[in-house]
């Protein structure tokens, strides 16, 4: 790509001196020439053969404008006519001579569709008469079906004069050609296929890009694609292919679409110039200059529709879009020279279209030789300047996916990294882990075997000092002070020997041994319960209600005779001596309840949450009754059989357990 940047200077140095030559050489005036017509040519344009006289009131009469030939008011020129955006009424005169030899029948075409009213004055028998055509007038009924203005002349041997009158709100430029009937059916052939190529070159290009931008979420593809559907339909109305061939009942009249037209075009293809260039990264001032003087020119063309003042405005915004598209090429050449591919490419691409305009322009000032395809050269030039762009979108996008591809294995290859290094970190900690949960579990193990081996000791000295405190208890000599203190003894053994089950029973389930189930009758153990606690020396009463038939539970008797023994005592335990504790079975469905109450002191509302939390007790409890793992143990040995505690006390009234255990 660098060795491109030289020819990209003398390729702007060109067209530089190019545009200047344009403005400096004045045109060059002639004296009448009469258009001699030849047989062997079958084309015949009359740039140089043509004089032009400018009406600038509109007031002039057709016999006014004659009389004015005579006088020779009208002015020769040796190009074709154009005097840009004028208000007034042009008027064209020229003369043909026809050898006898040469055919009478020729066509005359006066190029440019968008002109609004194209009459000729030709002089028959009957004087002269007139033909109107343009685009103000509808094409049907016409002799030619051409989307330009075509006259079919019938020539009379020797010299016949013709005026056309020319008043549009358009350009005026207008291209006079005569033609032979063949020659111009060859011309006309060329010609729509040609734009009828073009056409769907550019409906292609357009559906591309729309598919494009829709796969690769790329906003260059959806710009250019909105850059063509603009420049695509301002072409369709000013060439008069629309009307052509849709309505050719109507006439043309797009001067307010095309006024509308032409900003969206100059606001399209600044926005495809900063994407392609990247204006806002290679040049962040200018950038901030540029769009919103393109939106504010933009936005002035389209209410100038709207508030009527379009016509003085259009000639001005032809001279803005040229500014607008000599700033693009000069920015576009200065990021080239700073490296911008996406500027160098862009030069190619509108050198592309302003050969095409500049060939056009030189052709209509008479500068260069009028061959068949000089008015299609524009179009010839837009072709060449949408594949070069096609080229240039599509070099811009893979640039973008070969950074967006880097980018992404770049990042692939962090995450690869990062992954394994968080693999590493994982399976270290995992390691840590296990290594933590195997000392955890030797560490429950030995205190598991240390509780079971402290209470196996204590079991026998324990057993001992209860049956010598109760033999001697029994002695009939006993003092009634020795008695109650054997009985104190007795009492501090009972507890201690609860304490150590329970210690035992917790450390059996924390370390999560399989239950030894079997079938257990859960009223008999609750009796048997019961019977121990008289044994001990508990005279309270317990009422039992138990309607229903003798419920099986198929579960560990130790565990659910520790279960049932908590509840019994607690309840014993936490109510006066003369209340009752009640102990009912109900046998639901496929789960036996079974509810203990007392009336003792009830547990406070703001202790319930917490009543079976190891080691809490209760703030009403009395102090040395406990070591706070009841209840605890309680719940997990109703869970380990499938079922559930739930309590519901009230300070004051007393205390209800209900315990749910599936019936096997």
Same mark, same amino acid.
């Given at each position: 790509?660098?060795?491109?940047?030289?020819?990209?200077?003398?390729?702007?140095?060109?067209?530089?001196?190019?545009?200047?030559?344009?403005?400096?050489?004045?045109?060059?005036?002639?004296?009448?020439?009469?258009?001699?017509?030849?047989?062997?040519?079958?084309?015949?344009?009359?740039?140089?053969?043509?004089?032009?006289?400018?009406?600038?009131?509109?007031?002039?009469?057709?016999?006014?404008?004659?009389?004015?030939?005579?006088?020779?008011?009208?002015?020769?020129?040796?190009?074709?006519?154009?005097?840009?955006?004028?208000?007034?009424?042009?008027?064209?005169?020229?003369?043909?001579?026809?050898?006898?030899?040469?055919?009478?029948?020729?066509?005359?075409?006066?190029?440019?569709?968008?002109?609004?009213?194209?009459?000729?004055?030709?002089?028959?028998?009957?004087?002269?008469?007139?033909?109107?055509?343009?685009?103000?007038r509808p094409w049907a009924g016409r002799e030619v079906r051409n989307r330009n203005s075509v006259f079919v002349l019938d020539l009379a041997p020797g010299v016949s004069e013709y005026f056309v009158r020319i008043h549009t709100t358009s350009s005026s430029a207008a291209r006079l050609t005569l033609w032979q009937p063949a020659a111009f059916a060859s011309y006309a052939a060329l010609d729509m296929v040609?734009?009828?190529?073009?056409?769907?070159?550019?409906?292609?290009?357009?559906?591309?890009?729309?598919?494009?931008?829709?796969?690769?979420?790329?906003?260059?593809?959806?710009?250019?694609? @909105?850059?063509?559907?603009?420049?695509?339909?301002? %072409?369709? *109305?000013?060439?008069? !292919? /629309? $009307?052509? +061939?849709? =309505?050719?009942?109507?006439?043309?009249?797009?001067?307010?679409?095309?006024?509308?037209?032409?900003?969206?075009?100059?606001?399209?293809?600044?926005?495809?110039?900063?994407?392609?260039?990247?204006?806002?990264?290679?040049?962040?001032?200018?950038?901030?200059?540029?769009?919103?003087?393109?939106?504010?020119?933009?936005?002035?063309?389209?209410?100038?529709?709207?508030?009527?003042?379009?016509?003085?405005?259009?000639?001005?915004?032809?001279?803005?879009?040229?500014?607008?598209?000599?700033?693009?090429?000069?920015?576009?050449?200065?990021?080239?020279?700073?490296?911008?591919?996406?500027?160098?490419?862009?030069?190619?691409?509108?050198?592309?279209?302003?050969?095409?305009?500049?060939?056009?322009?030189?052709?209509?000032?008479?500068? @260069?030789?009028?061959?068949?395809?000089?008015?299609? %050269?524009? *179009?010839?030039?837009? !072709? /060449? $300047?949408? +594949?070069? =762009?096609?080229?240039?979108?599509?070099?811009?996008?893979?640039?973008?996916?070969?950074?967006?591809?880097?980018?992404?294995?770049?990042?692939?290859?962090?995450?690869?990294?990062?992954?394994?290094?968080?693999?590493?970190?994982?399976?270290?900690?995992?390691?840590?882990?296990?290594?933590?949960?195997?000392?955890?579990?030797?560490?429950?193990?030995?205190?598991?075997?240390?509780?079971?081996?402290?209470?196996?000791?204590?079991?026998?000295?324990?057993?001992?000092?209860?049956?010598?405190?109760?033999?001697?208890?029994?002695?009939?000599?006993?003092?009634?002070?020795?008695?109650?203190?054997?009985?104190?003894?007795?009492?501090?053994?009972?507890?201690?020997?609860?304490?150590?089950?329970?210690?035992?029973?917790?450390?059996?389930?924390?370390?999560?041994?399989?239950?030894?189930?079997?079938?257990?009758?859960?009223?008999? !153990?609750?009796?048997?319960?019961?019977?121990?606690?008289?044994?001990?020396?508990?005279?309270?009463?317990?009422?039992?209600?138990?309607?229903?038939?003798?419920?099986?539970?198929?579960?560990?008797?130790?565990?659910?005779?520790?279960?049932?023994?908590?509840?019994?005592?607690?309840?014993?335990?936490?109510?006066?001596?003369?209340?009752?504790?009640?102990?009912?079975?109900?046998?639901?469905?496929?789960?036996?309840?079974?509810?203990?109450?007392?009336?003792?002191?009830?547990?406070?509302?703001?202790?319930?949450?917490?009543?079976?939390?190891?080691?809490?007790?209760?703030?009403?409890?009395?102090?040395?009754?406990?070591?706070?793992?009841?209840?605890?143990?309680?719940?997990?040995?109703?869970?380990?059989?499938?079922?559930?505690?739930?309590?519901?006390?009230?300070?004051?009234?007393?205390?209800?357990?209900?315990?749910?255990?599936?019936?096997?």
């Amino acid at each position: 790509m660098t060795n491109i940047l030289p020819h990209i200077r003398r390729f702007a140095l060109l067209w530089s001196c190019l545009l200047l030559l344009a403005g400096l050489v004045p045109p060059v005036f002639a004296a009448e020439v009469t258009v001699e017509l030849v047989a062997e040519q079958g084309r015949q344009p009359l740039v140089g053969k043509l004089q032009r006289y400018y009406d600038a009131s509109n007031e002039r009469s057709f016999d006014e404008i004659v009389q004015l030939a005579r006088d020779g008011k009208f002015s020769s020129i040796d190009r074709n006519d154009g005097l840009g955006y004028v208000p007034g009424t042009i008027w064209l005169r020229f003369s043909v001579e026809r050898a006898p030899d040469v055919p009478s029948s020729w066509w005359l075409e006066v190029r440019r569709p968008a002109l609004d009213e194209v009459d000729l004055f030709l002089h028959g028998p009957d004087g002269w008469r007139r033909i109107e055509q343009g685009d103000n007038r509808p094409w049907a009924g016409r002799e030619v079906r051409n989307r330009n203005s075509v006259f079919v002349l019938d020539l009379a041997p020797g010299v016949s004069e013709y005026f056309v009158r020319i008043h549009t709100t358009s350009s005026s430029a207008a291209r006079l050609t005569l033609w032979q009937p063949a020659a111009f059916a060859s011309y006309a052939a060329l010609d729509m296929v040609l734009v009828s190529g073009f056409a769907t070159a550019i409906v292609v290009i357009i559906l591309i890009n729309l598919l494009m931008a829709a796969y690769l979420r790329e906003r260059l593809y959806l710009i250019y694609s @909105l850059n063509l559907l603009v420049f695509a339909g301002m %072409m369709f *109305l000013v060439e008069g !292919l /629309l $009307h052509f +061939v849709a =309505m050719p009942a109507e006439p043309l009249r797009v001067e307010a679409w095309v006024s509308l037209f032409h900003p969206l075009v100059m606001l399209t293809i600044a926005f495809l110039f900063r994407e392609i260039v990247a204006l806002w990264e290679s040049a962040p001032t200018i950038d901030r200059i540029y769009l919103p003087s393109v939106l504010l020119i933009c936005g002035l063309g389209l209410l100038a529709v709207p508030l009527g003042f379009s016509d003085s405005l259009k000639p001005w915004l032809w001279k803005l879009f040229l500014v607008e598209v000599a700033i693009n090429i000069g920015l576009a050449t200065w990021l080239s020279i700073r490296g911008n591919r996406g500027a160098r490419f862009y030069l190619l691409a509108f050198g592309a279209l302003l050969l095409g305009g500049v060939f056009s322009i030189l052709g209509n000032l008479g500068w @260069l030789p009028d061959p068949a395809l000089g008015p299609v %050269m524009p *179009l010839i030039g837009s !072709l /060449l $300047h949408m +594949v070069l =762009m096609q080229m240039t979108v599509n070099d811009r996008v893979l640039t973008a996916k070969r950074a967006y591809d880097l980018a992404r294995e770049q990042a692939l290859a962090a995450e690869k990294r990062a992954t394994e290094g968080l693999n590493r970190e994982v399976a270290q900690r995992t390691q840590a882990l296990e290594t933590a949960l195997a000392s955890e579990h030797r560490v429950a193990e030995q205190q598991s075997l240390f509780v079971r081996l402290i209470s196996h000791e204590f079991r026998t000295p324990l057993a001992i000092i209860d049956a010598s405190a109760r033999s001697i208890s029994m002695l009939p000599t006993l003092p009634d002070e020795a008695a109650s203190r054997c009985g104190n003894i007795r009492q501090a053994t009972r507890r201690l020997g609860e304490m150590l089950e329970k210690c035992v029973a917790d450390s059996r389930l924390d370390t999560d041994l399989p239950l030894e189930r079997e079938p257990v009758a859960v009223t008999d !153990l609750v009796a048997s319960l019961r019977g121990q606690l008289l044994l001990e020396g508990v005279e309270r009463e317990v009422l039992f209600h138990c309607p229903a038939p003798e419920t099986v539970v198929f579960g560990d008797p130790v565990l659910l005779q520790i279960l049932f023994g908590n509840l019994l005592s607690n309840a014993l335990k936490y109510s006066p001596e003369e209340s009752v504790v009640s102990v009912d079975f109900l046998h639901e469905s496929n789960v036996l309840r079974v509810i203990v109450s007392d009336r003792g002191c009830g547990i406070p509302a703001t202790e319930l949450p917490h009543v079976f939390d190891k080691f809490m007790r209760g703030s009403n409890s009395a102090p040395n009754t406990g070591l706070g793992l009841g209840l605890p143990l309680t719940r997990r040995i109703a869970e380990l059989h499938e079922g559930s505690v739930q309590i519901d006390s009230e300070p004051g009234k007393g205390t209800r357990v209900i315990v749910l255990l599936p019936i096997a």
